[in-house]
């Protein structure tokens, strides 16, 4: 029985691909073309209103809080001070129209000097906004992930019974994108087991997204293989040939040590002031002193550049022992891993 179940895995094409991606990864890693010292991430909503089965958030090991836009119009003044050009709104876990000023939190970004602001969301909550004022904000990609367009998706990938509020969202954002002629990107990120052509296949699709799909509209194939969240997600948590990313180089971690993870370079700021590095994966040490990726908390500090520029030696600690044997916990389980090459 196991040797059948073996012999099947190396007939596939599985370990070859994993092989081509490990190589490439390690001996090609990319360029620094986006220039990542210069992005920063804002959590402005740690809630979320749906339960992903690929996604930490369920595991509960973060509190449920919300940003004020006295609170984040400080931080932008002082992050764009500071150099940064590239705003990311999107919450390591959470729900950005789950904060209802997420409209003015645009735009106090965009009027505190950040030249591009983009953001992740699951869409369900946008049609509690002004969406023709959400897309005058000064907001420029709002990328939508989702599971496919059908009730039961939702119920087994999202384990929420949400398909009815995000269609009316999506239709009522599709419909002022195209009557105000906004240059927003909207792009359809799907999650899924699902293929682009059943996705395509869609009732919702054909006669709602379908006829608004131009240049600046529309959606990417289908995310099937995710990552695990530093080991917190199981392969047995994804259902229908949804896997997660076992890809040896990003597994083990002395490979790592060739060249480090482009998105140390990167910061951001969690909804309860905590200033991390990379800001997009974490285990259950979030929120304490042992969070490996934690540089200080901003309420202790008179603002950010107080804070980078007493945490200085540090931050280029953390940042060089990424490639000199001390790389972070959470770095060695991390399968997010991208390499980068400086030039
Ligand atoms: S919508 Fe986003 S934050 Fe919420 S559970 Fe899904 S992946 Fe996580
Ligand atoms: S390896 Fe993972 S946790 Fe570490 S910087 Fe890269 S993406 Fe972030």
Redesign the pocket.
Same mark, same amino acid.
């Given at each position: 029985m196991i040797e059948n179940k073996l012999l099947n895995y190396f007939k596939s094409e599985q370990p070859y691909r994993f092989l081509g991606k490990s190589i490439k990864n390690l001996f090609f890693p990319v360029k620094d073309e986006i220039n990542v010292t210069k992005t920063i991430s804002i959590e402005v909503s740690s809630i979320c209103d749906v339960k992903c089965i690929f996604c930490i958030y369920h595991l509960g090991y973060r509190g449920e809080k919300i940003m004020m836009p006295e609170e984040f119009r400080k931080l932008t003044k002082s992050a764009v001070n500071l150099g940064y050009d590239y705003l990311d709104l999107t919450p390591p876990s959470g729900e950005l129209f789950l904060n209802k000023n997420a409209v003015e939190i645009v735009k106090i970004a965009k009027d505190s000097g950040f030249k591009h602001i983009g953001a992740y969301t699951n869409g369900i909550s946008l049609h509690n906004h002004n969406l023709d004022e959400l897309l005058r904000s000064g907001i420029n990609v709002i990328i939508i992930s989702f599971p496919g367009f059908g009730k039961t998706f939702y119920q087994e990938i999202c384990r929420a019974d949400k398909f009815e509020e995000f269609t009316e969202s999506i239709a009522l954002l599709l419909e002022i994108h195209k009557k105000i002629n906004s240059q927003v990107i909207i792009i359809f990120e799907p999650r899924t087991y699902l293929s682009i052509k059943q996705i395509k296949e869609s009732d919702f699709y054909c006669k709602i997204v379908s006829k608004f799909i131009k240049d600046i509209v529309f959606v990417r194939e289908p995310l099937r293989v995710f990552d695990s969240w530093?080991g917190e997600i199981k392969g047995k948590n994804l259902v229908k040939g949804m896997r997660v990313d076992i890809n040896p180089i990003k597994s083990i971690h002395p490979f790592?040590n060739a060249y480090p993870? /482009? =998105? /140390?370079f990167t910061m951001g700021v969690l909804v309860n002031g905590d200033v991390r !590095? &990379?800001n &997009? =994966?974490y285990d259950k040490t979030i929120g304490t002193e042992k969070d490996p !990726?934690f540089i200080g908390n901003i309420y202790n500090y008179k603002d950010l550049e107080e804070l980078i520029k007493e945490n200085d030696e540090k931050i280029e600690r953390m940042r060089s022992g990424f490639c000199n044997g001390k790389m972070?916990v !959470?770095?060695k389980k991390?399968p997010?891993? =991208?390499p980068v090459k400086f030039s």
């Open positions: 530093c790592k993870c /482009i =998105r /140390i !590095l &990379c &997009c =994966r !990726l972070a !959470l770095c991390c997010f891993y =991208r």
